[in-house]
């Protein structure tokens, strides 16, 4: 049996792209040594995937910065003010990706937006007027050549015409359809180039089939497919999706001239049903998902051979293969050197899992139960982790409906906290971190290296606390907040500090462009071992008689930036760590704080891809996991909740029903239309749109921060608006910190006034 995947990390197993790659904008490495770096790092991987026995490779899946900004730029699709800026080609690359400053000009580069469900970022390709589309495959072709060379058998990939021109933006007045025809020919061309090159499989990734489709998008897909496959002669094509299954196209993309369908079985729900009750075309070779791109754990042979078993009653024309591109996993467990073997044997990252597939597709041919390899794999699948709770469990199973409301109506709570914290209209606030400055990061870091104990840590991150509460009261800020100078994540943060969790050396993945993040491991059940920020929010609180906001992860926000586990439900690990942070809340209002806040930064980045999904698979529990946090604090104790966006019109009812006191989101940025969605369903959750941007080091002027909060008190009643930037202050400098918030200050004073 073939065994391939649907792509590999490329960032490298030390993040060697990404140094290379930043040295190269700093112009500290040419533009040769930055290709040499990716050449290498692209033949390793080769041969790494030979190595472990897997028989067709992906190419062209390697890329400098994004998949999608690559297909941008093999169909021309280039837009003219990169054009202009005449830079190389890799330069301009880099400026759509990122933006370019300097003596060639000034522009903005391509927004960016989540990748489907992942945490992973693709740039959103424009289609300008005018944009000549054309096939500019030198990119694809040549690292198609290149892995030839090396004797491996190379599947030259590419995300497809569909999924391009539905995740494209249009520029105003552009129609979207005046491109089908240009992508088609340019996918046509690509085709035909594939066959005098003598390729013979090409993989077309389309994973937006797994969205929701109407009969319009069905339509798009079929044209489109119909006439590029008219041009495909004697290459081979593969249609590609994951994330999901294709339960709305099924039946099309069986019919159409493909000569393989790589479905998702792990995310899948709907894959092997579809299957089962349709059968498969006898045309056409399965690629089987099987093996999840996406986790970090071992995979459960026995299972999958079963399925294996089944798929191949239905079909002699099987692949395995990955569920989606292990560019969502780290690179080898080999580099953790600090985990113990007990906890590393339940481990597969990407190179692991090739391991996995070929082990598979043998083991698949015998009568495996007597293999030795599938014997180590049940022992391991079925050892017990030793990070059992008893109690933990049990708490969350005796859970009951009034564990996740609070008794008294928001309404009235607002009014008892409005009374007890005498705060004026328009109170003034931050989200939580002040800078992290040098000293700051120089103190965790002496820690970390055991030059310092933690007592002397400590008593640092108290004397920065003690300065940053003197800077807002000399700002007259309303609701002070202590900085979180004791933490630089807000999930590691308080993973470090729960029972269950784990944490990896080198389990980066990418996030976009260069950016990697290393979440850690939920490993067993979660609970809270001993308070966690209280020490640090009674300090502050003593030392002004201003409100003290504690500052803490929502449930979801921290599930979400984790590994999670395979063997109990997201709901059930949502909900023990909510009971911790329920814990931590409690002990809060205890010492005295009468104003907590719980971040749910990711709250909407989980959402299912299916709207028919939201409520049932996600939400549900999701609003229950944060309500559980804090319906346990008195009607007086003021609930705050903060997220990074403010895209969430289309869940506005359920923002509500996290059932805060106040909510901070971003708004300026976002052109502030959320407000209209919050007048339209009576937004009941008092609101802080942040009046300025704090993603660049711009000082905003007071009438600048006037402007926006009148523009807000056209929507938000006055006693319902806060005033507050658009996000956490850790990533700026402290003097345009420091100058931004008078001058919010300054504003919020001025619009008060008028209010009078
Ligand atoms: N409280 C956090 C901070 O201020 C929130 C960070 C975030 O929203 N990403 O940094
Ligand atoms: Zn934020």
Known sequence: MNTTIVGYPRIGKMRELKFAIEKYWRGEVTEAELKETA??????????????????????????????????????????????????????????????????????????????NTNYHYMVPELENGMELKLQADKLFAEYEEAKALGVCPRPVTIGAYTFLKLAVAENGVAKESYVEPVKKAFQELLQECEKRGVEWIQIDEPALVLDMDSADKKLFCDLYQDILSAKGSVKVLLQTYFGDVRDCYQEISKLAFDGLGLDFVEGKY????????????????????????????????????????????????????????????????????????????????????????????????????????????????????????????????????????????????????????????????????????????????????????EQYDEKVFAFIKECVEEQEKLDIDVLVHGEYERNDMVEFFGENFGGYVFTEHAWVQSYGTRCVKPPVIF??????????????????????????????????????????????????????????????????????????????????????????????????????????????????????????????????????????????????????????????????????????????????????????RKMLEKIPKEKLWVNPDCGLKTRGIPETEASLKNMVAAAKIVREELK
């Not at 995937?49 to 699709?77: C, E, H, R």
């Not at 090739?354 to 050892?383: F, P």
């Not at 909900?575 to 907590?596: H, N, Y």
Request: net charge neutral.
């Open 271 to 454: 894959t092997e049903k579809l299957i089962q009750e349709n059968g498969f075309p006898a045309d056409k070779y399965l690629y089987a998902g099987i093996v999840n791109g996406k986790n970090i754990w071992k995979c459960d042979y026995d299972k999958k051979l079963k399925l294996i078993e089944e798929l191949k009653k239905t079909t002699d024309k099987l692949v395995l293969t990955t569920s989606c591109s292990l560019l969502h996993v780290p690179y080898t467990t080999k580099s953790e050197k600090k985990l113990s073997q007990d906890i590393l044997k339940y481990f597969a990252y990407a190179e692991e899992k090739l391991e996995e597939i070929h082990e598979l597709a043998e083991l698949s041919e015998k009568d495996y139960t007597k293999e030795e390899a599938y014997q180590k794999n049940v022992s391991v699948i079925q050892s017990e982790r030793g990070m059992k709770d008893e109690e933990v469990c049990q708490k969350v199973a005796a859970l009951t409906e009034k564990d996740f409301v609070r008794n008294v109506p928001r309404v009235e709570r607002q009014k008892l906290q409005r009374e007890r914290m005498g705060l004026p209209l328009l109170p003034t606030t931050t989200i939580g971190s002040f800078p992290q400055t040098k000293e700051v990061k120089a103190n965790r870091s002496r820690f970390r290296k055991g030059e310092i104990t933690k």
């Open 524 to 709: 067993g059940d979660v609970k809270r071992i001993e308070p966690i920020t209280v020490k640090y929010s009674q300090y502050a609180a003593s030392l002004t008689n201003r409100p003290m906001k504690g500052m803490l992860t929502g449930p979801v926000t921290i599930l979400n930036w984790s590994f999670p586990r395979e063997d109990v439900s997201h709901k059930e690990m949502a909900f023990q760590i909510g009971l911790a942070i329920r814990q931590e809340v409690l002990d809060l209002e205890a010492a005295g704080i009468s104003v907590i806040q719980i971040d749910e930064a990711a709250l909407r980045e989980k959402l299912p891809l299916r709207k028919a999904e939201w409520h049932s698979d996600y939400l549900d529990w999701a609003l229950e996991a944060f309500r559980l946090c804090h319906s346990g604090v008195k009607p007086e104790t003021q609930i705050h909740t903060h997220m990074c966006y403010s895209e969430f019109d289309d869940i506005i009812k359920d923002i509500d029903a996290m059932d805060a006191d106040v909510i901070t989101f971003e708004a300026s940025r976002s052109k502030l239309e959320i407000l209209d969605a919050l007048k339209e369903v009576g937004f009941e959750t008092e609101s802080g749109p942040g009046v300025y941007d704090i993603h660049s080091p711009r000082v905003p002027s007071v009438e600048e921060i006037v402007g926006a909060i």
């Open 39 to 116: 050449k290498t790092l692209r033949s390793e991987k080769l041969k790494k995937q030979k190595q472990a026995g897997i028989t067709i490779s992906p190419v062209n899946d390697f890329s400098y910065y994004d998949g999608m900004l690559d297909l941008a730029v093999m169909l021309n699709a280039v837009p003219e003010r990169y054009r202009k800026l005449n830079l190389s080609p890799l330069d301009t690359y880099f400026a759509m990706a990122r933006g370019y400053q300097g003596e060639h000009g000034d522009v903005k580069a391509f927004a960016m937006k989540k990748w489907f």
